[in-house]
């Protein structure tokens, strides 16, 4: 099982990787009090960021929190990420081109910070996988926009939830509204993707389950045109690297419940809201989605991206058009 707080430093990707030469480091967390900074990750040769981790405690777990900035910036913007039902934080800053949304968020002057829920990736195990669920990881949240507000010394902040982090970050922001400045959520799970009973509280993860989002062609293999071989091998690779063989199940207990069964109440979010995603996703319920701008305050938007799926910020024909809409959306 994982390491509580296992820091690893960063990705270095060089031209090499189309030959197969990837090369990666790795560390260990300091468990002081203070902020330590990684090596510079270096993904041009022009560009380079630095990411530092930010020691948080809460319900006597550690949690992983780290802030990315882009080198020779000095930000005055906050934007936390929040992650998926599965895999953590790692799958925002995936090292390959200019793919990470991460890396393109700092560039934008962000000051980009990336959250581990209780028992994922870097964060502290949970005896209960259950414990988890997405109330608990709206409290998590609580705690890591407290910290980021503290450390930056800015009072408002921005939140974007993928996939299940949008059940989180909406109960979060339906709850805590002082520092929140706009909310995206991306691939939104607005309702119940089919009932399933579960019957562990920890999914085992494998390479193939992490793999599964990503496009196929008639023949069920992967749709290279949609996907670049490369991002796939990588992205699964951190997920194992990260997020080892399992990560507990309380998120998806919660959204493995009938369609009809509404998980985000749209109504409670009282800051403008993007909801963004692809037209292709399978696990949206996108009668919620075309109607959401109805029950959204003033200044939200509708962003559809028709072809997209899932993994949209990692498809090649549509993560640039994703990138642009999200930034036109946030620099308001």
């Not at 809460?58 to 992983?64: E, K, V, Y």
């Not at 929190?65 to 790692?90: C, F, M, W």
Request: charged share 25%.
């Amino acid at each position: 099982m994982k390491q509580l707080l296992k820091k690893t430093i960063g990705i270095i990707l060089s031209a090499a990787l189309l030959t197969g030469m990837v090369f990666s480091l790795s560390g260990c967390n300091d468990q002081s009090d203070n902020p330590q900074p990684s090596q510079t990750v270096t993904a041009e040769a022009e560009k380079s960021y630095t990411v530092i981790d930010f020691p948080l405690t809460r319900n006597g777990i550690a949690l992983h929190l780290d802030r990315t900035t882009a080198d020779g910036t000095e930000p005055q913007k906050n934007i936390l990420l929040t992650h998926g039902v599965t895999y953590s934080s790692h799958e925002f800053d995936v090292d390959y081109k200019d793919y990470s949304l991460a890396r393109r968020l700092a560039d934008e002057g962000y000051a980009v910070w990336k959250l581990d829920i209780a028992g994922f990736g870097q964060s502290g195990e949970v005896e209960d996988g259950y414990m988890p669920d997405s109330d608990y990881a709206a409290e998590d949240i609580n705690a890591a926009v407290e910290k980021i507000v503290s450390e930056s010394g800015q009072d408002k902040i921005d939140i974007l939830g993928w996939s299940w982090g949008t059940v989180t970050a909406s109960r979060y922001a339906s709850k805590y509204t002082d520092h929140l400045n706009r909310l995206v959520l991306y691939a939104p799970i607005l309702s119940g993707i089919g009932k399933y009973e579960l019957t562990e509280d920890f999914h085992h993860n494998t390479w193939e389950h992490a793999a599964y989002d990503f496009q196929r062609d008639s023949n069920g293999n992967f749709d290279y045109s949609i996907t670049e071989r490369e991002m796939i091998e990588m992205f699964c690779s951190s997920c194992w690297h990260y997020d080892d063989e399992y990560s507990p199940n309380g998120g998806r207990r919660d959204i493995c419940v009938d369609k009809s069964e509404k998980l985000i109440d749209l109504s409670k979010i009282t800051v403008p809201t993007l909801v963004i995603c692809g037209g292709s996703d399978p696990y949206l319920n996108y009668d919620l989605v075309n109607s959401s701008l109805d029950e959204l305050p003033e200044g939200s938007e509708l962003e559809v991206i028709e072809g997209g799926a899932h993994v949209i910020m990692y498809e090649k024909p549509y993560y640039k058009e994703f990138q642009i809409k999200l930034t036109a959306f946030l620099n308001k």
